[in-house]
């Protein structure tokens, strides 16, 4: 299949800005599972709830509004959620934490459609990003290019949080021993607070900046867990590395298996992930604990 340079600088742009949303959606997720050690299928969930949070913020002041102020909704929940029910597990087994997340994921859903009704919604995009741009010798959605941006931004902020930073420090800590980091007077408890409250944030604004691109539906969390989760597992569990590392290696493998192999592009990352475990079981880049 003959394709001119400008075609698969367009297929490597649009397998980045999947990445992109992916890591956002994931990074959260993988520091939950790496410090907290649960497992919250509900996460998807969250993202859902961005992206209705943002629809109904837009309606009223506009496409930004809803990029700010639905994160900060959508980490008010997570505060709700941590205090009734995840600090309350915590201590549960995994399959507790898997069974009462899945059924949370279900009660979430039925809660978007009393609020917002089975109907499909939408967010325009902003004036300020609307268009196309030059870049690289092809013509690309500027909202697109901004997906990418912002998520590169969020992996830098990260990286220098996590890498350069005392509470960065603190939360290595806790993921490589958490009770080594309390016996040094790390305070472990209120730090998984901040951490998933911040985790559920990113949720919400992956799905702040997906509502452009895709219809906001009651579903949508849950077409997005697979993904994630697939995302986790080759990247390796509390590691800001592998959540970058996994989310490129599935919007490459995605994008390009469509192109490459359209009739295997469904099974593509099933073989790589089933490859990755057999070769790596902790996936690519775990964190130490």
């Known amino acids: 299949m003959a394709h001119d340079l400008g075609f698969w600088t367009l297929q490597a742009l649009n397998a980045l800005q999947l990445s992109m949303l992916l890591f956002l959606l994931s990074i959260g997720l993988t520091v939950i599972f790496g410090l907290m050690h649960f497992v919250n299928l509900a996460h998807g969930s969250l993202y859902a709830l961005g992206a209705y949070f943002a629809a109904s913020l837009a309606a009223v002041g506009g496409y930004w509004t809803g990029f700010f102020l639905a994160p900060v909704a959508v980490a008010g929940v997570g505060v709700l959620l941590y205090s009734g029910l995840i600090k309350r597990m915590r201590k549960s087994g995994p399959?507790?934490?898997?069974?009462v997340t899945f059924g949370l994921i279900f009660a979430l859903l039925d809660l978007t459609r009393i609020f917002w009704g089975d109907l499909a919604l939408a967010i325009e995009v902003p004036s300020l990003l609307d268009?196309?741009?030059?870049?690289?010798?092809?013509?690309?959605?500027?909202?697109?290019?901004?997906?990418?941006v912002l998520g590169l931004g969020i992996f830098g902020a990260l990286a220098f949080v996590l890498g350069r930073t005392q509470i960065g420090a603190?939360?290595?800590?806790?993921?490589?021993?958490?009770?080594?980091?309390?016996?040094?007077?790390?305070?472990?408890?209120?730090l998984f607070f901040i951490v998933f409250c911040v985790g559920c944030a990113l949720a919400g604004l992956a799905g702040v900046v997906a509502a452009p691109l895709l219809s906001v539906t009651p579903d949508m969390g849950l077409q997005i867990l697979i993904p994630t989760l697939i995302v986790i597992v080759i990247g390796g569990l509390g590691s800001l590395k592998g959540a970058i590392?996994?989310?490129?290696?599935?919007?490459?493998?995605?994008?390009?298996?469509?192109?490459?192999?359209?009739?295997?592009?469904?099974?593509l990352i099933y073989a790589l992930l089933a490859a990755v475990l057999v070769i790596k079981p902790v996936g690519l880049f775990p964190a130490k604990g």
Do not use: H, K, W
Request: proline share 3%.
């Open 245 to 267: 590392a996994g989310s490129l290696i599935y919007g490459f493998v995605q994008t390009f298996g469509a192109v490459l192999a359209p009739q295997l592009a469904s099974v």
């Open 95 to 99: 399959m507790a934490q898997v069974l």
């Open 131 to 148: 268009g196309r741009l030059a870049f690289l010798g092809v013509e690309y959605p500027t909202y697109r290019l901004f997906i990418i």
């Open 170 to 190: 603190m939360i290595r800590a806790g993921v490589d021993n958490d009770a080594m980091a309390a016996c040094l007077g790390i305070n472990v408890e209120r």
